[in-house]
């Protein structure tokens, strides 16, 4: 995500971008749908506070942990671009890596369900997962006012040189690349409607997260301009983050299912399929890299594989509600 775009208001000597406009409204927007999604019911005066004071603890400890951790990814990736490690975090003008983004957010989450206690846990933890994809719905709309964002597709077709198929990588450019940016928004969009009945529904977060790491497996794959590790270039960090991710997902699924004696023959199914998903995602990977003129095809691909693997991560991770426990 990038704040730093085309200015949009003129305040004196200072220029606000309409990266900064959309990112405010985004995180607004995200708090509203979060405390909409959370009323307060408790009579109790004790608990009442308590469940009050842990949200407002996730709206300032999301802001703080998003920002300074999407910052510091960012950071570490593209370090050239800063004159120094204090320069970095000396303005929240620039670049934020949305792995560090969501990553900051959920750890405020889960630290908040913590104060708002077990009972509000699941509550809560379902509630600000949507508010979370709402926000990275919205700030993908930043790219449409900078050249971050762009799909490795060049677009010569007059055709197609509009959205949602393309945009310029910068304006007055005249190479257009896909609109990589409008997909996500549409992909993240519905993943947050998903998000918002799972939480009115009372269900799992972490359906939210597999749906969201998965899709960004695809999509990073997409941009030019995808962030990686300094000591390689092959596999951008969202695709490190997201495997990662996933296989604990597998193994805490695994691990569950183990301990309330309900692992059947049929959940190895789920986990060949992971293994399937997650060899075919990494090797379109590699022969997209190799084939520029297969982009269509290679990511039609990764997507079946991508969608493979959270079918299958979901399913190993559905515990039954009435489970067998040792006597």
């Known amino acids: ?78 370090y050239e671009s800063y004159g ?76 197609y040189q509009c959205l949602p ?7 007055g450019a005249e190479e257009y690349r896909t609109a990589v940016f409008f997909w996500k928004f549409c992909v993240l969009a519905l993943i947050t409607v998903i998000a918002v009945i799972g939480s009115i529904r009372r269900q799992s977060a972490l359906k939210t997260y597999i749906m969201y790491f998965c899709a960004m497996a695809l999509l990073d794959s997409a941009r030019y301009d995808a962030s990686f590790l300094r000591s390689n270039g092959f596999v951008s960090l969202m695709q490190i983050v997201a495997g990662i991710f996933l296989i604990l997902c597998v193994i805490a699924g695994m691990v569950k299912l183990i301990k309330i004696r309900r692992f059947r023959a049929g959940h190895v199914f789920y986990i060949l399929a992971f293994l399937l998903g997650l060899s075919l995602t990494g090797f379109m990977e ?9 982009y269509i095809s290679c990511y039609a691909l990764m997507a079946v594989a991508c969608f493979v693997m959270a079918v299958s991560v979901i399913g190993l991770n559905r515990i039954p509600v009435k489970s067998v426990k040792r006597k």
């Not at 198929?165 to 304006?171: E, G, K, V």
């Not at 590699?286 to 297969?294: A, D, E, K, P, S």
């Open 1 to 78: 995500m990038n704040t730093h775009t085309v200015t949009a208001v003129y305040a004196g000597n200072t220029q606000i971008g309409y990266g900064i406009i959309i990112t405010v409204i985004a995180f607004i927007s995200s708090v509203m749908l979060t405390l909409s999604l959370c009323p307060v019911k408790e009579e109790n005066d004790v608990a009442r506070f308590r469940f009050k004071f842990s949200l407002f603890a996730y709206v300032i400890m999301s802001a703080v942990f998003g920002a300074y951790l999407g910052r510091f990814v960012h950071w570490y990736s593209h």
């Open 84 to 159: 120094s490690f204090y320069s970095a975090f000396s303005s929240f003008d620039g670049c934020f890596h949305e792995a560090g983004l969501v990553i900051g957010a959920f750890a405020a989450s889960f630290i908040s369900s913590g104060i708002a206690g077990r009972k509000y846990r699941g509550w809560i933890l379902s509630a600000t997962s949507a508010g979370i994809m709402l926000f990275m719905t919205l700030v993908s709309l930043t790219s449409m006012f900078n050249e971050c964002d762009r799909g490795k597709a060049v677009i010569a077709d007059p055709v």
């Open 165 to 171: 198929f393309s945009y310029p990588t910068m304006p």
């Open 286 to 294: 590699y022969y997209v890299q190799r084939h520029g003129n297969l």
